[in-house]
């Protein structure tokens, strides 16, 4: 899980809007079958599915280039594939929010004597990071909700890493680790990032670049986020 959480925030952050591998071997009925698996309701099969269309690499990174590949290989159903994905993404942020929501509710006041709940978890993670990462090397703007969604899952453990993305002379950089913290300090995630030294982290570097970045959407973007950063 520790490796897996790693590299997911590591891409991440450096890049959120390219990229040889598996993909080569790909057939057409089997990238049309394995868009609609993406969508079913049992993550072995998603992950089957995305295995199916990138390849087995164990390796998160290798999925970047393998997507590459991929959509080179099937440019016609290039849009199809990466819509696929994105939804993808979205039903593991969802199935990760849900299942937080469920330990915190319900099974840490039982105890941690009991059986943990998911014991797919760490399985479950390894595909959650592959399929983050392939989605970093899409120059596709309806990516970064759910990019940003699955960083924020990870609250505290992300900060670092993304503070750090902001010293970038590359504005992109900076911009997506703006929203990064945005999102970090909504509300919706209050549980996941709640400690007084990673709100006064966060606060510290909205304020800085609020005021001080040279691009006005990021100023704009910091400042909106400050409101949260309490």
């Known amino acids: 899980m520790k490796r897996a959480v790693g590299v ?39 992950s089957a599915a995305l ?7 164990s390796e998160p990174a290798e999925s970047r280039v393998a997507l590459s590949r991929l959509l080179q290989k ?21 199935v990760t929010e849900e299942q937080e ?6 099974y840490a006041r039982e105890g941690s004597s009991k059986p943990h709940p998911f014991p797919d978890a760490e399985a479950r993670s390894e595909f959650y990071a592959r399929l983050v990462v392939a989605l970093t090397s899409l120059k596709d703007t309806r990516s970064i909700n759910g990019l ?47 400690d007084p030294v990673s709100i006064q982290k966060i606060a510290q570097a909205l304020r800085y670049h609020s005021k001080n970045d040279p691009f006005e959407p990021l100023r704009n973007a910091a400042s909106e986020a400050l409101k949260n950063a309490k």
Do not use: H
Not at 51 to 57: H, K, T, V
Not at 166 to 183: E, F, G, I, Q, W
């Open 148 to 194: 940003l969604g699955a960083l924020a899952e990870f609250g505290s453990a992300a900060l670092d890493p993304v503070v750090e993305q902001l010293n970038s002379s590359d504005v992109t950089r900076r911009y997506a680790a703006t929203l990064v913290l945005a999102k970090m300090v909504d509300p919706k995630n209050s549980q996941r990032v709640n």
């Open 8 to 46: 997911l925030i590591v891409v991440c952050v450096t890049t959120l809007l390219v990229a040889p591998s598996y993909a080569q071997r790909t057939d057409l009925p089997v990238v049309e079958q394995s868009i609609k698996r993406l969508e079913d309701p049992d993550w072995r099969t998603r």
């Open 51 to 57: 295995g199916a269309l990138l390849g087995s690499s």
């Open 101 to 106: 929501e469920f330990i915190l509710r319900k």
């Open 74 to 94: 099937w440019p016609e159903k290039s849009d199809e594939i990466k819509v696929a994905l994105i939804k993808a993404l979205e039903i593991e942020n969802k």
